[in-house]
C-alpha cells in the first residue's frame, strides 16, 4: 500500500499537531512572564534549542538576574530524562539585588531515541521554604541521519572460469548512518538463471531484514550457480541472423541487489542498490566476420511455388561495412524471375541501393527518395547531402522511372537546405521539379519549414508548399498550395502535454484532383504516480466532389478515443471510451462504446499477455430505417516462451455495403481469426523449426480457411543456412445464400450450386550465404591478435619451454574481453589496426605474480604478444589504534581491526584486507605506490595520524613494511566559572 495515499491526512495532523505545540508553548511563556514580571527575577537559558548527537554531552548555561528589592536565596532544580546523568552538583546560591549569575549544565545522556524526537529539559528556582520563584526550559532534538554503504567487496564484474559455473559474491552493508539501522535486503535475477546459496549451503532467501548498530557492517557470502545461458526453446532465435557455429558473443548473467528502508514507498526512501554481472567468456572472438579489406554481403534466394508451372523467384543481396568509426556503407540489390525465358526488363526494373554515409556528407544511388512535397520523390537516382559551417547542410537529388538509364516516364529533380540559426531554431527550404510524361503534367514545388522552440516547452513548426502545373508544351497554369504545421507543449509543471498537427491542401496542389485536410491531437495528463490520462483525436478528410469520373466523392473520418492508464506489478490497465464518425460516399456512421486493454510481460518467464476488448453502437445516419446495431471486437497476443497464440474476433457490420447485406440478407456478420506460431530448436543447433497454423471464419458464406506453413532450416559450419517451406491452404465456402433469390425465378436450380471446398499446396525453398567479398584495391588494415600469457621464470620476458602457462587470466583489450585457455592461449581475429588499451586479470590465485607488460598494445600485424607473468615484492603492514581508555559515552563502541580495507594505488590499483589483528599483507610489483586506508570506518570518534603513505618498491628489495596509527579523538570537559 502507498503512503502517498494518505499524505494530505498527515500533513494535516503534522499542522494541528505544531499548532497545539506553539500553542502550549506560547502559554508556558506566558506563565514564565507573569512570574518573572511578579518577582522580577528574569530566567533563560543561553540556547533555547540544541541538536543532541549521540556521543556527545548536553551543555547550556542558565542566566539568572535579580530585580527584586531585597536578596533572593535559592537552589535550582532540572528535570530530565531518568536515564541520563546530571554531573554539575544541586547548590545553594545567593543572589543580591541588581546581580546576575551564569550556571553550567551538564549532561549525559545514555539513550537516544531511534526517531526524530524533541526533548525538553526544564530547570526550577526553589526559595527556602521549595516553593517554586522561576523556571526555565530548553529543547533538545534529535535528526536521524539515514545512510549506508552497500556494495561487493570483490567486484560488480566478474568472471567466471573455463568450465565454472560457481561464483562466490562477497557482498558488505555499513551502517553509516547516526543511529541503529534496520534494512531490507533482497535479490532479483535479471532471467532465472541464478541459483544462490547462503555461507551454509541453503537456498538464499530473496528478501530478508537486517538491523546493524551505528559503523556496524555486516556480509553476505553468496554463493552464485549460474544456469545455461539460454534454455533451449525458451526463446525465439532469429533465422535471419542465427550463427550457431559463431562464438563471438560472451554469456552474461545479471544479479541485482538491493536494499532499502523497511517502510512503505516513498520519495524519501533511502535505498542502495548494486548490480552484479558474472561473465563467462570465450578464448576466441572473432571481431569482424569479415576483415577489413572485405565486403560482408549476404545473398538469400527464395524459390516458390516449386511444383507449379508459374514458379518464382527472387534474389536478395544486402550488406553493411563500417568503413571506420565515422564513415559507413549500406548496400543491397533484389532481382525478380517469373517467367521462363529470358527478360531484360528483370535486370532493368529490379530495385537497388547503395549508400555511404559519414559525419558531414551522404551519398546514396539507386532507389532512393526525394522528400519533397508536391512531386514524385521515389525512384532511381541519385542523392548528395553535405553539412558545412556546422550548422548548414544542402541536399540535391535525380531520380527517374522506372529505370535509371533509357527511356523515362517519370523524372524528379530537387535541392534542400537546411540552416540552423541555433538549438532553438532551424529552416529548411526545398525547390523541386516532375515532368511526368504518362498524364503530361510538369510540376514545380517550393516548400519552406521553419521550426522553433520557445522556453524548452514549446516548439513550433510550419509548412509551407505552393506548387505549379502545367500540361507539357502548354502554357496555362494551375496554382496549388498546401500549408500545415504542428505545435506541441508541457504545461502543469510538466504534468501534462500535448501535440496538435494540422494540413491542409487545395484541390490543384500537385496533380490535383481532390483537397485534403488533416487534423491530428494527442493529449496526456499525469493524474498522479499510479495513474494517467490520454486523449486522441484525428480528423480526416478527401473532397472530390468537384471532379468528374472520381470513384470516391467523399471520404471524412473524425476518430476520438480515450484512455486512463496504469501500471501495477500485475500488467497496464487501460479503460477507455471511444466516439468515431465515418462518411464514406455520403454514408456517414456515428460509432461510439467503450474499450479495455490490458498488457502484461514476465520477463524471466519471456511470457506475454495483451488483450483489448471493444464494445458499442454504431448508428447509420443516412439510413432512416436501420437503428443502431451492436460491435464488438477482441483481440489477443499470448506468448509463452518460443510460442505465439493471436486471437480476432469482430462481431457486427464494419462497413456500409457490409451493413447493407446484413440487413438484406438477414444476419449479424461474424468474423474469426485464429493463428498459432512456434519454434522448435533442435539438440543439434544446426536445425531450425518453425510452424504456423491458421484459421479464418466468415458467416456471411459459412466461410472456413486453414492454413499450413512449416518451415525447416539447416545451417552449415562455413555460413549456408538451408531452408524448406509448405504452404497448405483449405477453404470451404457456401454459397447457398447469393443463388436463393436466383432460385425464385430459375428452374431446375440447386443449393448444392453454392457449396465450394478449394485446397492449395505450395513448395518453396530458400538458400542463405554471407559472404567477404575481396576487395584488390585496398589494403588489409586488420589482423589476428594471439595472446600467451605464462610464469616468466627466468625473466627474459619470452616464453621458454620449460616455463608454465597460465589459464583463466582475462584480457581486455579496449572493449573486447577474453580468457586463455588451458595452454594460456586467446585470440581476437580481425581486429582492426591501432593502439589498444590492455587489461589483464588473473581468476585464479597466483599469490604474488605480476603481469610484466605495457598497459597499451599496437595492432598493426598478425603476432603472438606475450603475456609473461614475474614474482612482485611482499609489502607486510598493520594497523594500530590508541583508544582512549575511559569513554564518557557509549563505551561499548570498539573500532572493529579486521576486514579494513588497504589500497596500493600506482601504474594499477591493488587492494587488501586486514585480519582480526589488523595486520594485512599482499604482493606488488615493482613501482611507486601509496598506500591508503579506508577511512569511511573511522567515524566520528577516530582520526588517521597519517594516510596516504608513499612507497617505492625496486627490484632489490625482499618486502617492505609499514603501517597505519588511529588515534581516538579526545574529549575535554571544560568547566567554566563564571
Known amino acids: 500500500m502507498s503512503s502517498s495515499k494518505y499524505t494530505p491526512v498527515i500533513n494535516l495532523l503534522k499542522l494541528v499537531l505544531t499548532l497545539l505545540l506553539s500553542v502550549n508553548a506560547m502559554n508556558s511563556v506566558a506563565q514564565d512572564s507573569l512570574i518573572n514580571n511578579q518577582n522580577k527575577l ?40 531518568s536515564e541520563w546523568t546530571r554531573l554539575d552538583d544541586k547548590l545553594g546560591y545567593s543572589l543580591e539585588q541588581g546581580d546576575e549569575i551564569f550556571i553550567p549544565i551538564i549532561l549525559i545522556p545514555k539513550q537516544i531515541s531511534n526517531t526524530n524526537t524533541d526533548i525538553f529539559i526544564n530547570a526550577y528556582l526553589l526559595d527556602e521554604e521549595n516553593q517554586q520563584i522561576g523556571n526555565a526550559y530548553f529543547s533538545l532534538y534529535t535528526k536521524k541521519e539515514v545512510s549506508w554503504d552497500a556494495r561487493s567487496i570483490s567486484s560488480e564484474r566478474i568472471y567466471l572460469r573455463n568450465g565454472e559455473k560457481n561464483t562466490t559474491i562477497n557482498y558488505q552493508i555499513v551502517n553509516t548512518g547516526n543511529f541503529d539501522q534496520e534494512i531490507i535486503f533482497s535479490t532479483n535475477a535479471l532471467r532465472n538463471n541464478i541459483i544462490l546459496k547462503d555461507s551454509s549451503g541453503s537456498r538464499l532467501i530473496t528478501k530478508q531484514q537486517i538491523k546493524l548498530k551505528r559503523y556496524e557492517d555486516t556480509i553476505f557470502d553468496i554463493s552464485a550457480e549460474v544456469l545455461p545461458f539460454m534454455e533451449r526453446n525458451f526463446k525465439k532465435v532469429s533465422a535471419l541472423t542465427y550463427q550457431p557455429s559463431r562464438l563471438t558473443e560472451i ?85 525478380n524471375y517469373n517467367e521462363s525465358y529470358w527478360n531484360s526488363q528483370s535486370i532493368m526494373n529490379s530495385p537497388w541501393y547503395v549508400g555511404y554515409f559519414d559525419e558531414r556528407k551522404t551519398i546514396e544511388i539507386g532507389n532512393i527518395s526525394g522528400n519533397i512535397n508536391g512531386i514524385n520523390n521515389f525512384g532511381k537516382g541519385f542523392k548528395v547531402s553535405y553539412k558545412y559551417f556546422e550548422n548548414q547542410k544542402s541536399t540535391v537529388y535525380y531520380l527517374r522511372n522506372p529505370t535509371l538509364v533509357g527511356p523515362s516516364q517519370n523524372e524528379s529533380v530537387g535541392i534542400e537546405h537546411e540552416s540552423r540559426i541555433n538549438n532553438n531554431f532551424k529552416v529548411i527550404a526545398k525547390l523541386g521539379r516532375n515532368i511526368n510524361r504518362i498524364s503530361g503534367n510538369e510540376i514545380n514545388a517550393y516548400s519552406i519549414s521553419p521550426t522553433f522552440t520557445i522556453n524548452k516547452n514549446h516548439s513550433i513548426n510550419l509548412l509551407a508548399t505552393i506548387t505549379d502545373r502545367q500540361k507539357i508544351g502548354l502554357r496555362n497554369t494551375e496554382i496549388g498550395s498546401l500549408f500545415g504545421g504542428s505545435y506541441s ?47 486522441n483525436n484525428n480528423y480526416q478528410k478527401i473532397d472530390s466532389r468537384k471532379q468528374l469520373n472520381t470513384s470516391v466523392p467523399l471520404q471524412e473520418y473524425f476518430f476520438n478515443n480515450f484512455f486512463f492508464s496504469t501500471t501495477s506489478k500485475n500488467g497496464t490497465w487501460q479503460p477507455g471510451g471511444y466516439y468515431n464518425v465515418n462518411n464514406v460516399r455520403l454514408n456517414k456512421t456515428h460509432s461510439r462504446g467503450v474499450s479495455f486493454r490490458y498488457a502484461t510481460y514476465n520477463f524471466k518467464k519471456n511470457s506475454l499477455v495483451s488483450l483489448l476488448f471493444k464494445a458499442g453502437y454504431n448508428d447509420p445516419v443516412d439510413f432512416i430505417d436501420i437503428p443502431n446495431y451492436f460491435n464488438f471486437e477482441f483481440t489477443s497476443i499470448l506468448r509463452y516462451k518460443v510460442w505465439n497464440i493471436t486471437t480476432r474476433y469482430h462481431y457486427g457490420a464494419q462497413s456500409i455495403p457490409e451493413l447493407l447485406n446484413m440487413r438484406e440478407q438477414n444476419y449479424t456478420a461474424q468474423k474469426l481469426r485464429l493463428s498459432a506460431n512456434n519454434q522448435y530448436q533442435f539438440k543439434n543447433p544446426k536445425y531450425l523449426f518453425e510452424n504456423t497454423l491458421s484459421y479464418n471464419f466468415t458467416n456471411r458464406f459459412n466461410s472456413h480457411n486453414i492454413g499450413l506453413f512449416p518451415q525447416i532450416f539447416y545451417f552449415t559450419n562455413n555460413g549456408y543456412r538451408f531452408g524448406l517451406m509448405v504452404n ?70 619470452q616464453y621458454d619451454e620449460n616455463e608454465i602457462s597460465i589459464e583463466n587470466t582475462v584480457l581486455r583489450i579496449n572493449e573486447y574481453e577474453i580468457i586463455t585457455d588451458e595452454n594460456g592461449e586467446a585470440g581476437l581475429t580481425n581486429l582492426s589496426f591501432g593502439t589498444y588499451q590492455l587489461g589483464i586479470i588473473s581468476l585464479d590465485k597466483i599469490k604474488g605474480w605480476f ?107 625482499e618486502g617492505l613494511y609499514s603501517s597505519f596509527y588511529i588515534l581516538e579523538k579526545r574529549r575535554n570537559i571544560n568547566i567554566k566559572t563564571f
Open 489 to 535: 507543449t508541457n504545461y502543469l509543471e510538466k504534468r501534462a502535454n500535448s501535440s496538435i498537427t494540422f494540413r491542409f491542401n487545395d484541390r490543384k496542389f500537385s496533380s490535383g484532383g481532390f483537397s485534403r485536410t488533416i487534423i491530428n491531437q494527442r493529449t496526456r495528463y499525469t493524474i498522479n504516480k499510479k495513474w494517467n490520462f490520454f486523449i
Open 728 to 797: 497448405y491452404n483449405l477453404r470451404s465456402n457456401n454459397y447457398s445464400s447469393l443463388f436463393d433469390n436466383y432460385q425464385n425465378n430459375s428452374i431446375g436450380s440447386s443449393n448444392d450450386l453454392g457449396n465450394v471446398t478449394q485446397s492449395t499446396f505450395n513448395l518453396s525453398i530458400n538458400i542463405k550465404k554471407d559472404f567477404g567479398i575481396p576487395l584488390p584495391f585496398l589494403k588489409s588494415t586488420s589482423s589476428t591478435a594471439k595472446f600467451k600469457v605464462f610464469y616468466d621464470l627466468n625473466g627474459n620476458g
Open 251 to 335: 554469456e552474461k548473467f545479471t544479479l541485482f541487489l538491493q536494499t532499502n528502508e523497511p517502510k512503505l514507498k516513498g520519495e524519501n526512501q533511502y535505498s542502495r542498490n548494486s548490480k552484479i554481472d558474472i561473465l563467462r567468456l570465450n578464448s576466441q572472438k572473432e571481431v569482424n566476420q569479415f576483415g577489413d579489406n572485405q565486403l560482408p554481403l549476404t545473398v538469400e534466394a527464395n524459390i516458390q511455388n516449386v511444383l507449379s508451372e508459374f514458379s518464382f523467384m527472387n534474389i536478395n543481396a544486402r550488406g553493411f561495412k563500417q568503413l571506420n568509426k565515422d564513415a559507413s556503407l549500406s548496400y543491397f540489390a533484389q532481382l
Open 42 to 81: 528574569i530566567i533563560n537559558f543561553r540556547d533555547s534549542t540544541q541538536e543532541l548527537v549521540k556521543g556527545q554531552l548536553v551543555t547550556n548555561v542558565l542566566h539568572i538576574i535579580n530585580q527584586t528589592n531585597e536578596t533572593k536565596t535559592f537552589v535550582y532544580d532540572i528535570l530530565h530524562p
Open 851 to 957: 603481469p610484466e607488460i605495457e598497459d597499451s598494445i599496437e595492432i598493426f600485424n598478425s603476432r603472438v604478444i606475450y603475456v609473461p607473468f614475474v614474482k612482485g615484492i611482499k609489502v607486510i603492514g598493520e594497523v594500530n589504534i590508541d583508544q582512549q581508555k575511559i569513554s564518557i559515552a557509549d563505551e561499548k563502541d570498539q573500532i572493529n581491526l579486521e576486514r579494513i580495507k588497504i589500497t596500493a594505488n600506482g601504474r594499477s590499483v591493488y587492494n587488501t584486507l586486514t585480519d582480526s589483528e589488523g595486520k594485512f599483507e599482499f604482493y606488488l610489483p615493482v613501482g611507486r605506490y601509496t598506500l591508503t586506508l579506508d577511512e569511511s570506518i573511522l567515524g566520528d570518534r577516530f582520526k588517521l595520524v597519517e594516510n596516504n603513505i608513499a612507497i617505492t618498491l625496486t627490484k632489490n628489495k
